[in-house]
Each structure stands twice: as C-alpha cells, then as structure tokens.
C-alpha cells in the first residue's frame, strides 16, 4: 500500500509502542497497525520469543529449519509494523524507551507482571514523561491477590472457566487448538485501546488501561456464569461434547465463501518468501485492499532491528555513531 493510500486507513496518524512478546499484545499491535496505526515494536536483541516459534517454512532443502525470520506465528502476529531491538534492562536503554514513550500515543504491553515498575517505567513514570499517554497492560490475571503470579495460554483458559465447558461430560476438561485465551487477550485490548483514543479526544488526558486474560475467557462464558451465579445450579454448566461437523484447515482455505470474499491475502517477505495471511477480522469499506479498501491494509513482519535506524536515528535523532555505540554496549 502507498503512503497515500495508508492515509485514507482509520488509525492513520495515531503512534503505538508494543512492548510485548508471545501472542496477546503482539496481536492487539497488529491489528492497530493493520488499520493504520504506526506501531513499533520492540524486541529483545535476541528476537521476540514468537521468532523461535514454529512452523518454519520448508527451506530450499525440505528441511523446514528453525529460523528467526520465518516463523509462522511471528510473521502473521507482527504484520505492517516497524521493529527495532533494544535492551530496555539497562540504563541506557530504559532511557532510550522514555524518549520514545514522548512521542507516541499509545503503549501496549504485556511485561511479567511488576517488571516495568522494578525498572521505574510504570505509567505513574511514564506519565510524567506523556501526560498524554495511553497504556495498555495485557496481564494474566490484573492486579488483585493473583497479580503476580506467572500464567500462560492454558493457565488463562482454566482459570476463566473456559476449560470446565470444553470436552466431553464424562471427560477431563480440554484446551482448545492454539493460543485461544492470549488471542482473546490481545482482542479485547484492541478494543479497549479503540475505547481509550476516544476518552483521549474527549478528555485530553492518559490513561491506565488494564486487560485481564482471566476476565476476558471469564466474560465470554455465555449463559453459563450468569445461571450458576442465579441458580446455584451445574446443570447448564456441564461439558456437552464436541463438534464433530467442522472444517479442516484446508477446506477453510478453499471455501467458497472466503474466496468470494478475498478474506486470504498473500504477502511477500524478503526472507520468508511469499504465503498466504488470513485478512481482516471485519471491514470498514468497501474495495479490494490494495486500494485501500476495508479500512485495513495487507503488509509483512519486520526483520529483527530492521528499522533501528529508522526509529532511533530518525524519531529519536541518534546519530550512526550512538547507534554503533549502543550496538557495542548491548543496547541496542
């Protein structure tokens, strides 16, 4: 998409900092920059973790090796943003990311719970860097007697009831197929960040925006909370079984109905190469993307650091030799 056309997206002109690794931030990112935001990501120097997450595209050998620009999760988690590594650990970096908290809009982040306050970058901090600031915190669990406490996709599927309705009554409860509760996570934090700009607009002032993963899985157990809570009953609560009627990962590539809707797009990667992306999860207008239709815009994942130069020479206004500096001290 040309600059031009990015301008007619919805989030044109908003600015995002992600600091965040795995699934749910990564994802609330990708769709603010699939709209149009301008989202810099940044990324440990030795990649997110998703990097190292499979599957990794067959190789000229069939082999389908581990490679850090090519895994599956990572390339479709971080499409149309920029990239730039930093070890925001050390001084130097923690400074470096308080000179970028000034010149966005929006933080979004998914840090262990208590590591951005034992580095002195809670948004306490960060507000009187931005008082304008929106920060986004995509926790496990939120604060409470669970806060600190270390969590993952399955922790965040049981813990918010999800797990006690999927099965078969006579069975142990399941988890679902990929990383349901992170993508919920990171789904609700796009609306909450959505809701935020527009108390910003009215209000001119930041925020601390908190996204529970527990609340999110808990929020979404249709009928089943809300009777038990009324009626003290398990009745409507128990596992009712699988569906056994459902589409395979090839039948819904090669449905009619999303090829007559051009939900799939292929995108280009550089080192990847060139596959097929699901497309947006709804439309704003009407138009093929490529001309800037449906409000969203097809693009590719960074490479680890590629816009350093871009983000901290350019916004920040480094020069080459800080950036060699950096580099040479572990920064960056």
Known sequence: ???????????????????????????CGKLLADYGADVIKVEPLEGDPARRHGPFPDDPAGAGLPHPEKSALFLYLNTNKKGITLDFSTASGAR???????????????????????????????AHVNPRLLMISVKPFGEGPYGR?????????????????????????????GYQAEYQAGLNAFAATLTALLGLAVMEVGQHVEVSAMECQACVLENRLPDYAYRRSGALSRRHGNVNSALTLEEALASPQMRARRYFQEVDHPVAGRWVYPGPPFRLTDGPPSDGGWGWRAGRA???????????????????????????????
């Open 149 to 177: 406490w270390k969590a993952a996709n399955l922790t965040s599927f049981a813990s918010g009831g999800q797990m006690y309705l999927t099965g078969d009554p006579d069975r142990e409860p399941l988890l679902t197929g």
């Open 302 to 332: 960074p490479l680890l650091g590629e816009h350093n130069q871009e983000v901290l020479g350019g916004l920040l206004g480094l020069e080459r030799s800080d950036l060699v500096r950096l580099r040479a001290a572990g920064v960056v």
């Open 1 to 27: 998409m040309t600059p031009e056309a990015a301008e007619d997206l919805p989030l044109f002109g908003f600015t995002v900092l992600e600091v965040g690794e795995g699934v749910s931030a990564p994802y």
């Open 96 to 126: 470096l990311l308080r000179r970028l908290v000034e010149e966005v809009d929006v933080l979004v982040e998914d840090q262990p719970p208590g590591r951005l306050e034992e580095l002195a970058l809670s948004y306490r901090e960060l």
